[in-house]
């Protein structure tokens, strides 16, 4: 069974405010749910992506073996279900086609999940959607988490009717973009307090074809963002700052990858709307940097005064109609992959991702060759333009790494990593230096003392020859996909 669904995640207060709204043509269907969720002492199965779970509602239970295999915000997976007469998993079921542990009695509870469903059908023009409302708490031990989230799952007609209920909840009520199953979201509290998500690597085979391999990788860096626009919400925390500025430019590098695929109106207006986001963080993420290198006690505290309001500036951004917007708007744009309209055009979208990157890599590759040739002698605009080059090929290597893994290309493939994260830092130590005055300018802090500690003519002489030292190495190493 395929499952398609949009997940949004609101507040109690927030889901308040919907019901009260009556939203959704006709009074809901109210059930009250009890899942109980199950692994090995290992965690085996959450390692391989499975979730397997006994929900009781009523006098019924209901087993469920979920592998989790999709974008975030409109999701794929593959389930089987079957009525068990307890809370005993039953692991010999025929239909199952996963691997699953050989007894029952090697798995365990590992958390339960509570929640009060509403449920709705609506129809929208000719489409049915089924709308889910949950409102409860995860409980692990002796943890315990507010849930609240709704689900829409379109059963027919167009899947553009379920993003237009999306948008007309997030008017009612701030919505933003779920991007955790309810597994997820119990194996995050069963474990440590999640704080910055780095980049995963996206699964690809020798089968994707460029418009799924986009898809995939744009929705990973999607969750990416979300992950750790949650963790800020929490504690500001200079680490999930800097990988959600990560996770934007990544998806802004994506987008110049791939753009002769799109021939669509909305595609400049994302990209426009992502610089924007991105942008909102560059100060709060200048000053992080400069608390790490100032040398006074003076310098550090008005730096960090200065933090608080960037952070501020920060949190309005991430919480703005706009940035909620932006979310809906992508999570829609990645599912339907209407980019082309023209059946002809078709090849562009169907053709071998491998093929596909092979080409853009070289591209990336000569223009970060060609543009640190001399690196020493190259202005600082000129320097800019190459790390950002260096980044864009960076993150494509990252993206398409997956799809060489023949013979010698793994070792290879690491190797050109190291070379680039070796050019990278140089490249942005450099532009640390050379935008440190205007950012001290524009928080009025170039009279503090130690501030010109942070734009040191001595240490701009060193990274010049160690980014061109970089470079060098960059240009000798062996490209992993030729």
């Excluded at 000719?126 to 943890?143: M, P």
């Excluded at 940097?289 to 006690?297: D, F, L, Y």
């Amino acid at each position: 069974m395929q499952e398609t669904e949009v997940k949004l995640e609101l507040t109690q207060s927030g889901a308040s405010s919907l019901l009260k709204k009556e939203l959704f043509d006709g009074s809901p269907t109210i059930v009250q749910q009890k899942s109980v969720y199950f692994d090995t002492s290992g965690r085996d199965l959450d390692k391989r992506g499975l979730s397997l779970r006994i929900r009781q509602c009523g006098n019924e239970r209901v087993q469920t073996v979920t592998s989790s295999d999709g974008p975030p915000g409109s999701s794929a997976q593959e389930k089987w279900q079957r009525s068990v007469a307890d809370d005993i998993p039953v692991l010999d079921d025929p239909r199952i086609e996963v691997p699953l542990p050989a007894t029952s009695e090697s798995l365990r509870p590992v958390f339960e999940i509570h929640v009060k469903r509403h449920r709705w059908n609506v129809t929208e023009g000719d489409a049915t959607i089924e709308v889910a409302l949950d409102i409860g708490k995860v409980v692990a031990a002796d943890r315990e988490a507010r849930l609240c989230e709704i689900e829409l799952e379109s059963k027919a007609g167009s899947p553009a009717a379920l993003f237009g209920l999306v948008r007309k909840v997030n008017l009612v009520t701030p919505a933003y973009i779920g991007v955790l199953s309810k597994a997820e979201r119990g194996y995050r509290l069963v474990g440590p307090a999640p704080g910055a998500i780095k980049a995963s690597v996206t699964p690809l085979t020798a089968e994707t074809n460029a418009a799924t391999a986009f898809a995939h990788l744009a929705a990973a860096c999607l969750k990416q963002f979300r992950l750790n626009e949650m963790a800020l919400s929490w504690s500001r925390d200079a680490d999930a700052l800097h990988q959600a500025r990560v996770s934007l430019r990544r998806l802004r590098s994506l987008f110049s990858i791939f753009k002769s695929l799109f021939a669509d109106s909305r595609f400049d207006h994302m990209r426009d709307e992502l610089r924007w986001l991105a942008s909102e963080l560059g100060d709060a993420r200048g000053i992080d940097v400069m608390i790490k290198q100032a040398t006074t006690e003076e310098l550090s505290s008005r730096l960090q005064e200065a933090r608080s309001g960037a952070y501020g500036a920060v949190e309005a951004a991430f919480s703005s109609v706009r940035a909620r917007a932006l979310m809906i708007d992508l999570a829609e744009w990645i599912s339907i992959k209407d980019w082309r309209r023209d059946e002809t055009d078709e090849a562009l979208l169907v053709q071998p991702a491998r093929r596909f990157a092979s080409k853009k890599l070289d591209r990336l590759w000569k223009k970060v060759a060609k543009g640190g040739s001399g690196l020493i002698d190259l202005d600082d605009e000129a320097r800019h333009e190459l790390r950002i080059s260096a980044k864009k090929l960076r993150y494509a290597a990252e993206f398409f790494g997956p799809l060489y893994a023949n013979r010698k290309e793994p070792k290879r493939y690491k190797r050109f990593i190291t070379a680039m994260e070796g050019l990278q830092d140089q490249l942005g130590s450099l532009n640390d230096l050379a935008t440190a005055p205007d950012m001290l300018s524009k928080l009025d802090l170039s009279d503090a003392a130690g501030a010109e500690d942070l734009f040191s003519a001595a240490d701009k002489e060193k990274l010049l020859h160690d980014a061109a030292e970089a470079h060098d190495v960059f240009v000798d190493t062996k490209r992993f996909w030729r």
